[in-house]
C-alpha cells in the first residue's frame, strides 16, 4: 500500500507521519511537501531514514509533479496540505485560494486520472461557522464559513464530495477542531501564550475572550 500524505511536514501532517512509519511498516508513505513558513523538517528528523518513507518537496498545485508521482501507483491521498492560519488569509486570501482550492482540485483531478482507493480530505470545524456558548457542530450542520481560510476549506470539501458523486471517487472528509501538541507553528494559541508566558512577554486575547474553541490533542487526531 503506498500512500501519499500532502503537506506531511506540517503541524498535523507531520505527527501523521510519525505514526504512519513507525505504526505500519508495511505501508509506504510518500510525504509531498512544498516546505513553506508552516513546514519543518525538523518534525520528521526521527522517520527520515525510514525504508518505508520518502519525502518529495513540491506543490499540490503543480499537475506535473503529481502525475509524476501517481505514475509510481499511489493507492490512497491523505490531504492535509493547507494555508492554515485563519489570521492570515485575511490580508492575504489568494494563497488560501491557491493552496487549498486549486491544489486540492489538482490532487482530485489526478487521482481521478490515475484511479485510488480513498481520498481523504483533511478540513475543518471552522466551515461551520460559529457557535455560540451552547449547542455543537455536527456532519449535518450547514456551511456557513467565515473567514477566507475557512471559505477556501469548504469550497475544497464541496469539490471533493463533487468527485464522489459525479465521478464516484472514493473519498471521506474529516472535520476536526482545534488540535495541539508538537511540531504546532507559534503563530496558534496555544504554542504562542506558552512561549509569550515562558518570557514575560503580553498574551494577547482577541476581543472579549468569548470565543468557544474544542480542542484535540494532535495524537489523539492522527491515532482517529
Ligand atoms: C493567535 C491567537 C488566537 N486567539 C484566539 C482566536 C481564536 O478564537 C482562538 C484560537 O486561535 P488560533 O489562531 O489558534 O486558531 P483558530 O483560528 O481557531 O483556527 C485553528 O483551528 C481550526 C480548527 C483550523 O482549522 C485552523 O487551521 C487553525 O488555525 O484564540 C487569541 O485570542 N489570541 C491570539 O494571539
Not at 520528521?44 to 518537496?57: D, G, H, P, T
Not at 471552522?126 to 455536527?138: A, W
Request: some cysteine; charged content about 20%; glycine content about 8%.
Amino acid at each position: 500500500m503506498k500512500i501519499l500524505v500532502t503537506g506531511g511536514a506540517g503541524f498535523i501532517g507531520s505527527n501523521f507521519v510519525n505514526y504512519m512509519v513507525n505504526h505500519y511498516p508495511e505501508y509506504n508513505i510518500l510525504n509531498l511537501d512544498v516546505l513553506t513558513y508552516a513546514g519543518n523538517l525538523e518534525n520528521l528528523r526521527s522517520v527520515e531514514k525510514a525504508r518505508n518513507y520518502q519525502f518529495i518537496i513540491g506543490d499540490i498545485t503543480n499537475r506535473i509533479l503529481l502525475e509524476t508521482l501517481f505514475e509510481q501507483g499511489i493507492d490512497v491521498v491523505i490531504n492535509f496540505a493547507a494555508e492554515s492560519h485563519v489570521d492570515r488569509s485575511i490580508p492575504d486570501p489568494g494563497i488560501f485560494v491557491k493552496t487549498n482550492i486549486q491544489g486540492t482540485h489538482a490532487l482530485l483531478e489526478t487521482a481521478k486520472a490515475f484511479g485510488i482507493k480513498k481520498f481523504l480530505q483533511v478540513s475543518t470545524d471552522e466551515v461551520y461557522g460559529t457557535i455560540g456558548s451552547e449547542g455543537l457542530f455536527c456532519k449535518t450542520t450547514s456551511l456557513a464559513p467565515n473567514s477566507p481560510y475557512s471559505a477556501s476549506k469548504a469550497s475544497a470539501d464541496l469539490m471533493v464530495r463533487a468527485y464522489h458523486e459525479t465521478f464516484d471517487l472514493p473519498i471521506n472528509i474529516t472535520r476536526c477542531s482545534n488540535n495541539y501538541g508538537p511540531y504546532q507553528f507559534p503563530e496558534k494559541l496555544i504554542p504562542l501564550m506558552i512561549i509569550n508566558a515562558l518570557n514575560d512577554k503580553p498574551l494577547p486575547v482577541y476581543g472579549d475572550g468569548l470565543n468557544v474553541r474544542d480542542w484535540l490533542h494532535v495524537e489523539d487526531h492522527v491515532d482517529g
